[in-house]
T-cell receptor, first 116, second 114 residues
Framework: AQSVTQLDSQVPVFEEAPVELRCNYS??????LFWYVQYPNQGLQLLLK????STLVKGINGFEAEFNKSQTSFHLRKPSVHISDTAEYFC??????????????WGLGTSLAVNP | EAQVTQNPRYLITVTGKKLTVTCSQN?????MSWYRQDPGLGLRQIYY???????DKGDVPEGYKVSRKEKRNFPLILESPSPNQTSLYFC?????????????FGPGTRLTVL
């Protein structure tokens, strides 16, 4: 079965430090990759996505992610975090054949806590 | 403003009392979906709809019903709620399916079943 693994359930970090949130997936077929962010008491919103082309994808709020096909990974990075980046981050992978019936598989989330 | 709205935001009810959580989007999206979010289990899809009158089961459909009579609305119905349905529920929509496009999420409905 297809799966998405977020390797860290919690990541504490100090303000202005760099951060990497790790995501691995299990699929040998064509995938589309997403990172979503959930701020406290809010719904999820898209940070960035990889569909094709350049493997380095830039998103909102200074985040970026790199698609590594050989390692089946899509790690999220930010060079300098702010207190406002404290949130839950979800990695998601769309797998399947072409068409609108692809399945979206979610990781369990990584809680990023930015401390002053 | 483009958005997905859910009502109510918070609901406390008792076992067996039928309830409906409404979801509406104003973006003319074809695809709509319901998720539940539980600690340690992440997001799990309950039901989804590819278009009006087209609905299908997600990963955890037991105990839930949905309908899609209009493009903008996708209510979630719990005919006989039980305590194991206590959860945070999200409605989401996207233009077409989940393959390439961004999903837009509502603010969530926190349901407690006593």
């Amino acid at each position: 079965a297809q799966s998405v693994t977020q390797l860290d359930s919690q990541v504490p970090v100090f303000e202005e430090a760099p951060v990497e949130l790790r995501c691995n997936y299990s699929s040998s077929v064509s995938v589309y990759l997403f990172w979503y962010v959930q701020y406290p008491n809010q719904g999820l919103q898209l940070l960035l996505k990889y569909l094709s082309g350049s493997t380095l994808v830039k998103g909102i709020n200074g985040f970026e992610a790199e698609f590594n096909k050989s390692q089946t990974s899509f790690h999220l990075r930010k060079p300098s975090v702010h207190i406002s980046d404290t949130a839950e981050y979800f990695c998601a992978v769309s797998v399947g054949v072409a068409g609108n019936n692809r399945k979206l598989i979610w990781g369990l989330g990584t809680s990023l806590a930015v401390n002053p | 403003e483009a958005q997905v709205t859910q009502n109510p935001r918070y609901l406390i009810t008792v076992t067996g009392k039928k309830l409906t959580v409404t979801c509406s989007q104003n973006m003319n999206h074809e695809y709509m979906s319901w998720y539940r979010q539980d600690p340690g289990l992440g997001l799990r899809q309950i039901y989804y709809s590819m278009n009006v009158e087209v609905t299908d089961k997600g990963d955890v459909p037991e105990g839930y019903k949905v309908s899609r009579k209009e493009k903008r609305n996708f209510p979630l119905i719990l005919e006989s709620p039980s305590p194991n349905q206590t959860s945070l529920y999200f409605c989401a929509s996207s233009l077409r399916g989940t393959d390439r496009g961004e999903q837009f999420f509502g603010p969530g409905t926190r349901l407690t079943v006593l």
